[in-house]
């Protein structure tokens, strides 16, 4: 997936992408979501409407997943690139609560984040700033 810009400020970007979604297909709702830099967290819980818009759900049923999203700013415009647990991002600052609010996608990637918040909470993680992880 890539980036997408549009000329709007960061806290209008973050409400746009916490807000409630409705299509006549299916809606989304943010059920946790959290700022960590410039790293977007969320709980999404995805409604079906039809059948087909997701291979796992039928009219009337709900699936959650862990959202990622990479928030930049560039000028006047602030952009994001989404992502979720399923594509193991290689950010690993996700709140350890969220696991247990979406069934798992990626067993190694949740490793990478309960691995993670160890370093930052232990006592020689305290002396510097965790930095996030990337690839």
């Known amino acids: 997936m890539g980036w997408y810009f549009s000329p709007q400020s960061r806290s209008e970007l973050i409400a746009e992408l916490i807000a409630p979604q409705e299509t006549e297909r299916?809606?989304?709702?943010?059920i946790a979501h959290t700022?960590?830099?410039n790293?977007?967290?969320?709980?999404?819980?995805?409604?079906?409407?039809?059948?087909?818009?997701?291979?796992?759900?039928?009219?009337g049923q709900s699936l959650r997943y862990i959202r990622c999203d990479l928030l930049e700013g560039s000028g006047r415009q602030w952009g994001y690139k989404p992502m979720d647990e399923s594509m193991h991002p290689f950010y690993y600052s996700c709140p350890l609560s969220y696991?247990?609010?979406?069934p798992e996608q990626s067993a190694q990637w949740r490793a990478g984040v309960r691995a993670y918040h160890a370093q930052?909470?232990?006592p020689t993680a305290a002396a510097a700033p965790a930095a996030e992880l990337t690839a």
């Open 26 to 30: 299916g809606s989304a709702k943010v």
């Open 35 to 37: 700022l960590r830099g």
């Open 39 to 59: 790293v977007l967290w969320s709980v999404i819980e995805m409604t079906a409407k039809v059948e087909g818009l997701h291979h796992d759900l039928a009219p």
């Open 99 to 102: 696991l247990d609010l979406a």
């Open 120 to 122: 930052s909470s232990s």
